[in-house]
């Protein structure tokens, strides 16, 4: 059973629209994680949380904020979708050790 | 500050040969080290991680790697590949008294049939 599932998979937004990524996890983790990759620059870490209703910024967190309503879920969102915005979105969990599980990602264009 | 260099962007074997990908990090504590797979679509999987002990750790699937303080390195290694190894592979680094980790940019591992 995959432990860490993200939606949707794919999505395509015009630029100024608002985005979602939704992420839910069942490893019972108190940390999650989002992160982006981009070519070049491995992953890059953009909103982590503690817990439910914890939200902290990562090294990239300009244009995204983030949401934790429960331990199982943690959303990313994009209030004006930019370009430059468009890129591979992975959330992960992890129990505050180095191990960290990752989802499948989800392929973001913004036209 | 902390870094992960993979100096091979992309690397391609024949199917059978023995495969190195190269990590060098920077770091000037003890560094916790992880190889992460990423297959075609799919999210990051650990292969192995190294946080003490006997340098050469063993992963899935016959990967290992050595750990190398004097040189600050954590190599990744296979005897023989198959083709189902294609993918890329992420070096990462964790440092001590955080959580949080230093990717690598990636090696493209193409093995060709």
């Known amino acids: 059973e995959a432990a860490v599932t993200q939606s949707p998979r794919n999505k395509v937004a015009v630029t100024g629209g608002k985005v979602t990524l939704s992420c839910n996890q069942t490893n019972n983790h108190n940390n999650m994680y989002w992160y982006r990759q981009d070519t070049g620059h491995g992953l890059r870490l953009i909103h982590y949380s503690y817990g439910a209703g914890s939200t902290e910024k990562g090294d990239i967190p300009d244009g995204y904020k983030a949401s934790r309503p429960s331990q199982e879920n943690f959303s990313l969102i994009l209030e004006l979708a930019t370009p430059s915005q468009t890129s591979v979105y992975f959330c992960?969990?992890?129990?505050?050790?180095?191990?960290?599980?990752f989802g499948p990602g989800t392929r973001l264009t913004v036209l | 500050a902390q870094s992960v260099t993979q100096p091979d962007a992309r690397v391609t074997v024949s199917e059978g040969a023995s495969l190195q990908l190269r990590c060098k990090y920077s770091?000037?504590?003890?560094?916790?080290l992880f190889w992460y797979v990423q297959y075609p679509r799919q999210g990051l999987q650990l292969l192995l991680k190294y946080y003490s002990g006997d340098p050469v750790v063993q992963g899935v699937n016959g990967f290992e790697a050595e750990f190398s303080k004097s040189n600050s390195s954590f190599h990744l290694r296979k005897a023989s590949v198959h083709w189902s190894d294609s993918a890329v592979y992420f070096c990462?680094?964790?440092?001590?008294?955080?959580?949080?980790?230093?990717f690598g940019s990636g090696t493209q591992l193409t093995v060709m049939p």
């Open positions: 990462v680094l964790g440092t001590s008294g955080s959580w949080q980790l230093i």
């Open positions: 992960a969990s992890g129990d505050g050790g180095h191990e960290q599980y």
């Open positions: 770091y000037s504590g003890t560094p916790y």
